[in-house]
């Protein structure tokens, strides 16, 4: 006779009361409650459909990294329903689509596992309340951003910052008596703190990619499906992770759209450090150390401004948790099932950061084999990597960006071919990235970038330390596949220093990023090295929370706040990094009246102004961001003059490459100009529109 099991009964009770706080729109309640479910109950159904025993932390991270790659897949699957379906992405399908998501999920559920028993926390001997501490952390942070925003009061989110330091030491002093989840607890909420910071400035998105990003999302939502030629750059719009999933968890929140990427994704990216700790504890064996090398992963400018690009964060969630199943002791069944589902929902979510991780996957079974053929260390006998699941990527990542959407594919043969071609000038200082010229001391100017530079040097230099000692000291507790993937990460950030473009192609900062996924350990090994050559163990956590410490206050900008030079968005409400990015609401109205009333006319502005314009009209408009350095380029149509224009009289003639400085006793921004520059251009236009905030001059 058929039971029905209690658990199965509770996961009923508890979908029913999400889709009543959807369906009958309960404030709060909707805007939480759907978020927690489906972040987590899918994946923990499969999880536990695949009988995977794990820890809660290992569990937790899996239930959500697969609950997302679930959203992902029911999300397309569903918009493949169109053109059956007019509007699939809508509010009706879309939790019609998750509801019977997880009744499939419960039948296997029902069918594979049994019920499952009571995680028991034993805190005897130990202590639980310094984590506790770091709750505060992402309340104030919300809070401060509020008075910031508001009343440019920024004691709050200096306060925040300058906190993070000296709670790293209070944990350090309290190590011996730490409960083990307290370190987890402590890194999500720094990091969540360190993300939203940098996200809930402005009422809009802060960033570069974001407002693109942004507008396919958009569009997604008033089309209610999703097509592969988006409306604006193709290769963007192939990224599920920007279009679908976030159209999923607007629908089922009900909350402005803006807040799913400045908010919502940054609960979501705080997932990243805590893989990277469970990484670095399987590596170092050690769960202090574990946690410093999860704080140099936090501690990185793209991942504390990763809500700038929320494609590649979604995307390094899936990578760090493939990375995590990589170096887990599995079963090579479940090993292989989960690093595959993963694989395929990063190439999903951004193609940079599969093509990355393709190029991993395809390397390591022959770089493991050469471990093996020369004995490079003594590492264990590989077992899972093979050619098939290279093979399979290579297929996924063709299909997909080649066939499926064409665009991330052609930009990506159009980077290799400039790549090549640019080997002519192999030596030429302006075919590299100004960040990749400062590590060798190139462009460093003013005191706190030569802090900066000094302190990511040293960081290299450990990394680099660690790397050495694996090779040497034939430790034989690491896997041949994680060795031959630390020896990749290696080459491919020696190829930003090295070869020409390419940091100029695709950032050095987050690809450094994504390869500290792998490399975290190596900074720990580092130090453990030189303590060991200088026989004095004692430095060694000095060391490293000096490093730390200051590599924080580079990344925050603190070094630059306290030399007297605003740097940024987040609590300055002056500098370069705050006229970029800052969006004001009279620089939106502004763009919503020039949308009804302007026609077709081409919209000229500077280099930041498109990110104002896109946030005001529904159809994209012709836009010339070089009017003011491109005589050729100057089109008939209107010009577009935005509060930094306005109200602080400078042009953003390109992107800042290198941080602002003093020059004769005045703070000099990089590529750009006074507005007076330009009287001869703008001067004689008629003023058809001003709201204080922003300005359009007519007759050009």
């Given at each position: 006779?058929f039971?029905m099991r ?30 927690i ?5 899918p994946?923990?159904l ?9 820890e809660?932390?290992?569990k ?23 053109p059956?379906?007019s ?9 019609v689509?998750?509801n ?13 596992s049994?019920?499952?028993?009571e ?18 952390l ?14 440019h ?19 350090t002093?309290v ?10 607890i ?5 990091g969540?703190?360190l993300?939203?910071?940098?996200g809930?400035?402005?009422s809009y ?15 997604v ?17 192939a ?5 679908i999933l ?8 009900d909350?402005?759209?803006v ?12 997932i990243m ?8 504890e399987?590596?170092l064996?050690d ?13 990185q400018f793209?991942?504390i ?6 494609r590649q964060?979604?995307?390094?969630v899936f990578?760090s948790?493939a ?9 090579r069944?479940?090993?292989k099932i ?7 929902s ?17 390397l ?13 260390g ?7 990597f093979g050619v ?15 066939q499926?959407?064409?665009?991330p ?14 080997m002519a ?6 075919m590299?990235?100004n960040?990749?010229q400062s590590?060798?001391g190139i462009?460093i ?10 302190i990511h040097?040293?960081?290299?230099l450990?990394?680099?330390v660690?790397?050495?000692s694996?090779l040497?000291?034939?430790r034989?507790?690491i ?5 031959a ?6 080459g491919l950030?020696?190829s ?6 390419i ?10 990023t ?12 580092g130090?453990?090295e030189?303590?060991?050559l ?14 730390l ?25 002056e500098g370069e ?5 800052f969006?004001?609401?009279s620089?939106v ?23 104002r314009?896109l946030?005001?009209?529904?159809n ?5 961001t ?7 380029k ?14 602080r ?52």
């Amino acid at each position: 006779m058929f039971k029905m099991r209690k658990d199965i009964i509770y996961l009923l009770i508890l979908l029913a009361l999400v889709d009543i706080t959807i369906l009958m729109d309960i404030p709060i309640l909707r805007q939480s409650i759907p978020f927690i479910f489906f972040n987590i109950v899918p994946g923990y159904l499969l999880v536990k459909i695949m009988r995977l025993d794990l820890e809660l932390l290992e569990k937790s991270l899996l239930s959500a990294g697969l609950s997302i790659s679930l959203l992902i897949f029911t999300g397309f699957l569903l918009n493949s329903t169109y053109p059956f379906i007019s509007r699939p992405i809508t509010i009706g399908p879309v939790v019609v689509a998750l509801n019977i998501l997880i009744f499939i999920l419960l039948t296997g559920y029902y069918l594979r596992s049994e019920p499952s028993g009571e995680h028991k926390f034993n805190f005897e001997g130990t202590i639980f309340s310094p984590a506790m501490l770091s709750l505060a952390l992402p309340v104030l942070t919300v809070i401060g951003s509020y008075l910031m925003n508001t009343y440019h009061i920024n004691t709050v989110l200096l306060g925040v910052l300058l906190t993070i330091p000296i709670y790293m030491i209070i944990l350090t002093l309290v190590r011996e008596r730490l409960h083990h989840s307290a370190y987890p607890i402590a890194l999500f909420n720094i990091g969540l703190s360190l993300l939203i910071m940098n996200g809930l400035p402005s009422s809009y998105l802060i960033g570069r990619d974001i407002h693109i990003e942004y507008y396919l999302f958009r569009t997604v939502l008033m089309n209610g499906h999703w097509s592969v030629s988006g409306a604006i750059n193709n290769a963007y719009n192939a990224c599920l992770s920007i279009t679908i999933l976030p159209a999923i968890y607007r629908l089922i929140l009900d909350v402005p759209a803006v807040y799913i990427f400045k908010l919502y994704y940054g609960f979501i990216g705080a997932i990243m450090p805590l893989a990277v700790y469970l990484i670095s504890e399987r590596i170092l064996k050690d769960r202090t150390m574990a946690f410093y090398a999860a704080l140099l992963f936090i501690f990185q400018f793209s991942f504390i401004y990763i809500l700038g690009w929320c494609r590649q964060l979604i995307a390094l969630v899936f990578f760090s948790l493939a990375i995590m199943v990589l170096t887990s002791s599995l079963r090579r069944r479940d090993k292989k099932i989960l690093f595959i589902i993963f694989m395929v929902s990063t190439v999903l979510s951004h193609y940079t950061t599969a093509y990355v991780f393709a190029i991993l996957t395809i390397l390591i079974p022959p770089v493991a084999w050469l471990i093996k053929r020369f004995s490079i260390g003594r590492p264990k006998r590989s077992y899972f990597f093979g050619v098939s699941v290279a093979v399979l990527f290579f297929v996924v990542v063709f299909a997909w960006y080649a066939q499926a959407t064409g665009a991330p594919f052609n930009d990506a043969v159009k980077f290799f071919k400039t790549t090549f071609s640019s080997m002519a000038d192999f030596f030429a200082v302006d075919m590299r990235n100004n960040a990749e010229q400062s590590v060798v001391g190139i462009g460093i100017a003013q005191l706190p970038n030569f802090m900066s530079v000094m302190i990511h040097d040293t960081v290299f230099l450990l990394i680099g330390v660690g790397f050495l000692s694996i090779l040497f000291h034939r430790r034989d507790d690491i896997s041949r596949e994680y060795t031959a993937a630390i020896l990749i990460a290696m080459g491919l950030l020696a190829s930003f220093i090295i070869l020409p473009f390419i940091s100029k192609g695709y950032g050095g900062t987050r690809l450094f990023t994504q390869m500290l996924v792998i490399l975290t350990p190596l900074f720990i090994m580092g130090i453990q090295e030189l303590v060991s050559l200088l026989k004095r163990q004692s430095l060694k956590l000095p060391m490293i929370l000096l490093v730390l410490v200051l590599l924080f206050s580079c990344v925050s900008y603190l070094n630059y706040h306290f030399a007297g030079i605003p740097y940024s968005y987040a609590y300055n409400s002056e500098g370069e990094r705050r006229y970029e990015a800052f969006i004001f609401t009279s620089e939106v109205t502004a763009a919503k009246w020039l949308s009804s009333n302007g026609g077709n006319f081409t919209v000229n502005t500077d280099t930041f102004g498109y990110s104002r314009i896109l946030q005001g009209f529904y159809n994209p408009p012709k836009l010339n961001t070089e009017f003011f350095t491109n005589e050729t380029k100057r089109e008939k149509g209107y010009i577009y003059l935005r509060w930094a224009n306005v109200n602080r009289g400078l042009v953003f003639l390109d992107s800042p490459g290198r941080p602002p400085r003093f020059i004769g006793g005045k703070l000099k921004m990089d590529n750009v100009e006074p507005i007076g520059d330009y009287k001869n251009l703008i001067g004689d236009k008629d003023r058809i529109y001003d709201n204080g905030g922003a300005v359009i001059l007519g007759g050009f």
